[in-house]
């Protein structure tokens, strides 16, 4: 047996490579790749081989002998299709045994703009033949720190999200449901919806961050214009203020809510709930 794992320099496939050392797979058999050559020597400490890997000039020979590949979807949103398309062509031409790739919540048919990328790699990589396990992973609690530091600045989240609903889970579960996934049998071809156990909406949150700080933190809801007013007032880019603007849309259409419980299920525990992660940001 034997992984390679893309994404290695950051977080979740940090976390990937930690929960397949924590499962007792064997540092040797294990190849982290990224490019970032300082990140790749820290996780070489760990004993694992390491390897520089880049989406956009890729080499082939990393991947001679693997059987299976966990590519974690590339960071450069509009690069991904191709960057994606020609990793699973390298795969296929080794004779990778699988691919796990990790997409996003009902990426065949959600409205999430970021999703489009997940959609048309999930159809290369069926496409491809190569026996696939789709990972779509719900959001991340990591993702709320700055909302955390609003609250905590402000005593108020403000947002056009309404009532929808976010099943976030830390990072380091759904690296774990990865892990799992590589090490055990019965994954092959099938696509798990991943979120957390309890999904909240953002009064909720408020209510989590307000309990945390010991302080009042309130959820102001507001119409998605007067969202982008109060953006544009802060000066933010105009990409970065769509890109919210459009997320809390999503939210308020239930995109991110995930329902079931496949995400504990893998992992065998409990998802960590928002507020263990938060605690960390205090
Ligand atoms: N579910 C969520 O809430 C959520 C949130 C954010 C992102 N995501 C997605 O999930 C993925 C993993 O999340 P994360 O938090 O681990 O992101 P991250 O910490 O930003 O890590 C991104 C990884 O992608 C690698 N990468 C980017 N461009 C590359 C290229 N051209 N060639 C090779 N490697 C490249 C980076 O490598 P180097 O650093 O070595 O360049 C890094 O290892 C992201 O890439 C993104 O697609 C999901």
Redesign the pocket.
Known sequence: MSFIV????????ALIVESLLARGVAPDVIVAT???SD?LAELSASGVRTEV????NPTPQVFDEADTLIL?????VGQRVP?HQAVIEIAQRAHVGRIIY?SAPRANSTPLPLAAEHRATEEILIGSGVPYTILR????NE?YEGAFNEARETGTIVGSAGSGKVSSAA?RDYAEAAAVVATTEGHLNQTYELGGDTAWTFAELAQTFSALLGTTVDYHNVSAEEQRELLESRGLPDGLIDFLVTMDTNIEQDVLHVEGYALSSLIGRATTPMIETAKTWL
């Open positions: 893309t994404g290695a320099t950051g977080h979740l496939g990224g490019r970032n990140r890997f880049d989406f956009n974690v979807s590339s960071s450069e960057q990790t992973n719900g959001w991340y993702n990072r």
